[in-house]
Each structure stands twice: as C-alpha cells, then as structure tokens.
C-alpha cells in the first residue's frame, strides 16, 4: 500500500474545511453588505397624483441610480476585504488565490443585492397601485445595472495581484549574504596561524 494514501482523507478535509469557510465568510460579507446599502441607498419618491398616476422631481430622476452608485463603493470595500483575507491565509497555495477571491468576491456581491432587495421597500408597482393622492412612495431598492457586481471581483483580485508583486518570493531559496573580506596577504616567512587562525610570526630564539 502507498505511504501517501493516508493522507487522503486528511487533505479531502482539509479542502472541504477551505471551501466551507470561504463561502461562510462570502456569505457573512455580502449579507452585512446588504444590509448597509439597504440603509444608505438613495430611494427617491413618487408623488401619487388625484387620477391615480405619479410624478416624481427632476431631483428623483437623477438619483435613481444613486444605489448603484453606493452599491459600487460597498462592493469595492468589500471586494478589498475579501481579497485581503485570502492573501493573508492561502498565500501559500498559489495561483488558486486570486480564482478563490474571484469566486468569493461574485458569491458575496450576489448576497448583497439579494439580500438589499429583500430588506428594501419592495416591488413598486404594489405600492403605487395601494396608495392614495398625495402619497409618496420610494422606488423599489435594487441594481439597475447588474455589471456592477464585477467591482466586487475586481477589487478582490486586484489586492492579490498588488500583493503578490510587492511582496517578496518565499519560493526562492535564501540566499546567504557573504561578507565581503578583504584581499588576502601573503604571510610573512616564518608565519604560522595561532588558535584564532591569526597569521602571527614564529617567535625568534633569543641569542646570547
């Protein structure tokens, strides 16, 4: 029996113990996420009118897609999050880094959009067809642009690569430093080395 079958169970643990905490950890990260830009999203209002229709100001219509904006700053910061951790915990594995912090980065931003709709005020048309004149109902929370959630991926592979190349190489070999010593002299005649290795003259014999 090879010698390396044992230690099959303990890597298969051992991987799956990596992807059960990377995609916890996704999960957790784009679920707080969802939960702040469902707090500090921009929703402008309609304004119910008497025939039933709505309007809404100039001011509205340009902040429509003011959650996009904030959900690009949160994916961003997130992103940098994401990255930042793998780097600092599986450095070591290699190039499977930046397509883990990819993975994680696109798991986590998809948990922030879903989870900021369902915390938002809800599908708009419901609303506007339950309210009354002079109402003001807050368009739906959601990403009218969908390509934002490769912010998320790129923030998180873009940490990794600005490390890796600042970082310095551990698959190199050390290399010692030689001190640089000065030319060797030729020894005086008569010179041997002492204990320390100094070269030091034989001593003369006293003449009478």
Excluded: H
Excluded at 1 to 8: F, G, I, K
Excluded at 107 to 132: K, S
Excluded at 180 to 208: C, H, K, S, Y
């Amino acid at each position: 029996m090879s010698s390396t079958e044992p230690e099959t169970p303990v890597a298969r643990g051992r991987t799956a113990a990596w992807l059960t905490g990377v995609t916890v950890s996704s999960l957790v990260i784009g679920g707080i996420a969802g939960v702040i830009w469902s707090r500090i999203a921009p929703l402008p209002r309609y304004r119910i009118l008497i025939d039933g229709g709505a309007t809404m100001t100039e001011a509205g219509l340009a902040q429509i897609f003011g959650a996009d904006a904030w959900y690009v700053v949160i994916g961003a910061v997130g992103g940098i999050i994401i990255g930042g951790a793998m780097w600092a915990r599986f450095r070591k594995l290699g190039w499977i880094v930046p397509v883990g912090a990819l993975a994680a980065a696109m798991m986590a931003g998809l948990t922030c959009w879903q989870v900021g709709v369902l915390l938002g005020p809800g599908r708009l048309e419901p609303r506007i067809a339950a309210a009354n004149p002079g109402d003001y109902v807050p368009v739906a929370l959601t990403l009218r642009s969908p390509v934002a959630i490769v912010v998320w991926a790129f923030a998180a592979v873009g940490v990794i690569l600005i490390a890796s190349a600042l970082a310095p190489d551990d698959t190199e070999p050390r290399r010692e430093r030689r001190r640089r010593m000065p030319a060797e002299l030729p020894a005086p005649e008569g010179a041997a080395p002492d204990d320390l290795g100094e070269i030091v003259p034989e001593p003369q014999p006293i003449r009478e």
